[in-house]
């Protein structure tokens, strides 16, 4: 079995501050992981995906996370944070079975609240 | 880019009655579609696969009678929620893959969720 576990379920920083949104695994096998984000009363939005290609992964709005195998870690950063970066961030990984039928395992999510 | 609608946004319907949700991929065909439940402030729980022309499957714990899962074709699936009770309230999502092959390492696309209010 997969899962992930999100440390903090809420996370408030000053704008211009650093974001760091912590995510661990736990995979049997190598894992494909996910980052999205929810905006209120919507779906979710891919930010950035790591799937076994390079470690450290770029994604939308000028966040990324860096795979570390020997931390169980995908952890999100942002070097500068926004007020519209408020929103929940999920982190994800894929179940190991092959094909469209993959499932994705969702974390709790954290709330980032952005502080003028 | 890829997209996932997702029609009602929202509905309030009477205990009793029963409730469809639709999910549409737009410009990609979808052999495979997922729906998930969200609660209040909590993370997404996956309730079933919507397989085209077949079965769904279900997430142990999830009453396939209460919520009928349709996918008739590549770009619709529907998901029926039956006597709805007020604990069925809730902000349900579908999603589907749209890489060709859909592979595990492609990402999902988010219908934007139905807001359901049962009275």
């Not at chain 2, 729980?45 to 769904?56: H, I, R």
Request: charged residues 15%.
């Amino acid at each position: 079995a997969q899962s992930v576990t999100q440390l903090g379920s809420h996370v408030s920083v000053s704008e211009g501050a650093l974001v760091l949104l912590r995510c661990n695994y736990s995979s049997s096998v190598p894992p494909y992981l996910f980052w999205y984000v929810q905006y209120p009363n919507q779906g979710l939005q891919l930010l950035l995906k790591y799937t076994s290609a390079a470690t450290l992964v770029k994604g939308i709005n000028g966040f990324e996370a860096e795979f570390k195998k020997s931390e169980t870690s995908f952890h999100l950063t942002k070097p500068s944070a926004h007020m519209s970066d408020a929103a929940e961030y999920f982190c994800a990984v894929s179940s190991n079975y092959g094909g469209a039928t993959n499932k994705l395992i969702f974390g709790t999510g954290t709330l980032l609240a952005v502080q003028p | 880019g890829a997209v996932v609608s997702q029609h009602p946004s929202w509905v309030i319907c009477k205990s009793g009655t029963s409730v469809k949700i639709e999910c549409r991929s737009l410009d990609f065909q979808a052999t495979t579609m997922f729906w998930y439940r969200q609660f209040p402030k909590q993370s997404l729980m996956l309730m079933a696969t919507s397989n085209e022309g077949s079965k769904a499957t279900y997430e142990q714990g999830v009453e396939k009678d209460k919520f009928l899962i349709n996918h008739a074709s590549l770009t619709l699936s529907t998901l029926t929620v039956t006597s709805a009770h007020p604990e069925d309230s809730s902000f349900y999502i579908c999603s589907a893959r749209s890489a060709p092959g859909q592979g595990k390492d492609s990402p999902l696309h988010f219908g934007n969720g139905t807001r359901l209010t049962v009275t």
